[in-house]
């Protein structure tokens, strides 16, 4: 809830004609007494002068603090005193001061009232009467932000807060212990006072809070206790606002940071016209005296130029007095500059002419003013690399080139007179120019003539792999047990019996004998061709036979389960300035062998392609303290399984991405997810069909491999007190 003054205007209707007359006389007018006497509710003020008035003065009112005021041209103070202590009623005292061939009277009110004015004689009656009550006078609203409900009732202020709000702003927040607490809301000079009506504050929290490090628009928050009241002093810095509003029991005070604009009358935060609201009531009067008007009720240093002539015409209520002078601004052709806390006001196009007369003659100047030398001591920059760049010849590397409108060199940043050297062994820069540009080039090489802040990112790729592979089947045999006798006892089941054999030939006389022994070849598979399975696996051979029948049943199952987990991590850490590229590579490269043939002439050709783990990365460090970083990250692999013709293809995985991190913080950039399952089923034509009985005549295989890549990226911001051991 923003609390504004509210001033009220009123302006006779012919004031020009008024100052005028007054003006031509020959004898200045005198204030000789004021009599003040209370007339039920109303005030009656009696100002006796040496003439009489054609018309009543001009005059204002003002709610905070409340006052009303007078201003009698061509008048002089004939009181002897600038003081009167009045205490009568809501009027407290009088102030009377001469300035500038006029008076103003300044009648000092406990509340704001209205008030009206009437000439008798040589006497000026001004009747002060209370404001109608709708929910509370208009000073009431300004100095006191809530009125006590629960009278009689002991307050209290259970708890106070200093937080930051998302926009910058300081906000105290006080608990109090019910909701009827009286609050009164002030500025007194630079500070913000909220005085607590009748209300306690608890030891601890009688002390001084320092909020500095919360980098807002207050610097410290005292709260004490005096007499039955808690006063609590906000101590704002710079240019600031207030806004203060209360839900229940909690009153909110924020303090709010305004950006100058000095274009701006009156500095705020917040959109549109924001001074205090006048009404005013004038016709054919003079300009300047208007604008004067308003410049006091903005508390402007204005110097108006001679220039502004003219007379208006306006009847504005409850008009922003800042408004006010934009519509005059409008209506006379007028503008204003700022400088400091004085502003000229003139017409558009004198000002306009003030302003290129004054870029002339800074022109001139530079071309007529002496040269000086001057020379740069740099201590991260090369000097060569910053004449060029002051030159206009070549930017700095990391400095963006400003083009200009008519061509693409680099603009200069040397005046036409001005020439610079570099010297590479001392690494100075000597330049010599005119004062004002050399003032702007040491500025400059301040700017960029600094050390770059150091990051440490750490990548950390890490390959899993999972595969199993699962193996079932089953080889059911029949042998036949038929016994075949070998002589002297020894008979041979399942098998067949060949003879020993011998032959002799003679040739030339000599005899050779040739003997061939018994062989005895036995068959245990008969009957069932079945599929083969893997030798790795476990057998178990179960046998089923009858003595009698001389018939064995051989039954053998084969199973294979494996189970492979592996795990690769590469983790390259690089080093780089602050907004400066790297890279980190490591790997090898793979030999490709091209064979071309051209008549016959048969050419063979080798190339590398690389197989390599880099890792490209361009940090930069943000005012919040986080890291945004441009990442490139290769993973390359030769797959020499799948080779043609000796040449490995090159499996790679790439993430390029933009991420911001915490300093310090680890962030997943990227993934790389494949499965592969295989299944495969050997059987025997028909018999594998058979439920149930089928899955003796059924080999089934099972393949699966599962392989993920993650890529791990943490930035840290190196700090020169830091040392790695």
Not at 67 to 89: E, I, M, R, S
Not at 361 to 382: R, T, W
Request: glycine share 8%.
């Amino acid at each position: 809830m923003k609390l504004v003054n509210y001033v009220s205007v009123a302006v006779a209707a012919t004031c020009l004609a008024f100052f005028s007359s007054v003006q031509a006389q020959t004898a200045e007018n005198s204030i000789d007494a004021i009599n003040v006497a209370q007339q039920g509710t109303e005030i009656a003020v009696k100002i006796d002068l040496k003439d009489a008035l054609s018309l009543p003065p001009a005059g204002f009112s003002v709610a905070n603090p409340a006052k009303v005021a007078f201003d009698f041209p061509g008048t002089v103070n004939g009181l002897g005193k600038t003081t009167q202590v009045v205490n009568t009623g809501d009027l407290h005292s009088l102030n009377v001061v001469q300035a500038g061939g006029r008076t103003r009277l300044v009648l000092n009110l406990v509340r704001a009232m209205n008030y009206s004015t009437r000439l008798d004689g040589k006497s000026l009656y001004v009747v002060l009467a209370p404001i109608a009550r709708l929910g509370g006078s208009a000073a009431e609203k300004v100095t006191r932000f809530a009125e006590e409900s629960a009278v009689g009732q002991k307050h209290a202020v259970r708890d106070v807060v200093f937080r930051r709000g998302k926009d910058g702003e300081g906000r105290i927040v006080v608990d109090l212990s019910d909701a009827g607490t009286g609050i009164d809301i002030r500025q007194q000079g630079s500070n913000l006072i909220v005085d607590f009506v009748k209300t306690s504050v608890p030891d601890h929290l009688r002390r001084k809070l320092d909020v500095n490090d919360f980098a807002t628009p207050v610097s410290s928050v005292e709260t004490k206790a005096i007499g039955d009241n808690v006063r609590m002093t906000i101590f704002p810095k710079g240019l600031w606002e207030h806004n203060a509003y209360q839900s229940d029991s909690q009153f909110i005070v924020e303090v709010k940071k305004i950006i100058e604009d000095p274009n701006k009358l009156v500095q705020s935060s917040k959109v549109g016209y924001q001074g205090p609201r006048v009404s005013i009531n004038y016709q054919n009067g003079d300009v300047r005296a208007l604008l004067r008007l308003m410049a006091e009720e903005l508390n402007l240093n204005a110097v108006i130029s001679e220039t502004v002539t003219g007379t208006t015409t306006l009847v504005l209520k409850d008009v922003p007095a800042d408004q006010v002078i934009d519509i005059i601004f409008q209506q006379k052709g007028l503008d204003m500059r700022k400088k400091g806390n004085i502003i000229l006001i003139a017409p558009r196009d004198e000002i306009s002419t003030r302003e290129k007369l004054e870029f002339e003659s800074k022109q001139q100047i530079g071309d007529l003013e002496p040269l000086q030398s001057e020379q740069f001591i740099l201590s991260y920059q090369k000097a060569v690399n910053v004449a060029k760049l002051l030159a206009g010849l070549s930017p700095l590397p990391g400095v963006p080139v400003n083009t200009g409108t008519n061509n693409n060199t680099a603009l200069k940043m040397l005046s036409k007179r001005g020439s610079v050297i570099a010297d590479d062994q001392s690494n100075i820069v000597f330049v010599n120019d005119v004062p004002s540009k050399l003032d702007e080039i040491r500025n400059f090489i301040k700017a960029i003539d600094t050390g770059a802040r150091q990051v440490l990112i750490e990548a950390r790729v890490v390959e899993a792999t999972d595969d199993f592979n699962k193996q079932l089947g089953a080889k059911l045999n029949f042998i036949n047990s038929k016994s075949i006798n070998l002589g002297g006892g020894v008979n041979v089941v399942g098998g067949s019996y060949a003879p020993a054999t011998s032959s002799s030939t003679t040739t030339g006389g000599v005899t050779t004998i040739t003997s061939t022994p018994a062989t005895l070849t036995q068959s245990s598979n008969i009957g069932v061709n079945l599929p083969s399975y893997s030798s790795k696996g476990g057998t178990v051979a179960l046998s089923l036979f009858n003595s009698a029948l001389s018939r064995i049943l051989n039954l053998e199952i084969a199973a294979l389960e494996a189970d492979g987990i592996g795990k690769i991590i590469s983790s390259p850490r690089v080093i780089t300035a602050n907004n400066v590229k790297a890279k980190i590579e490591d790997g090898t490269e793979i030999p490709y062998v091209t064979t071309t043939n051209s008549g016959g002439v048969v050419t063979q050709t080798v190339s590398f392609k690389p197989a390599k783990l880099s890792l490209e990365a361009t940090p930069q460090i943000t005012p919040e303290g986080t890291v945004k970083m441009a990442l490139l990250i290769k993973k390359e692999d030769p797959d020499w399984t799948n080779a043609v013709l000796g040449n490995p293809p090159i499996k790679s995985s790439i993430v390029e991405t933009n991420v911001v991190v915490d300093n310090g913080g680890t962030v997943v950039v990227g993934g790389v997810y494949i499965t592969n399952n295989q299944s495969t089923v050997e059987k025997v034509p028909l018999l594998g069909d058979i439920p149930y009985l089928g899955a003796l005549f059924r080999y089934k295989s099972d393949v699966g491999k599962r392989r993920e890549l993650l890529i791990f990226i943490t930035p840290r911001v190196i700090s020169e007190k830091v040392r790695f051991d």
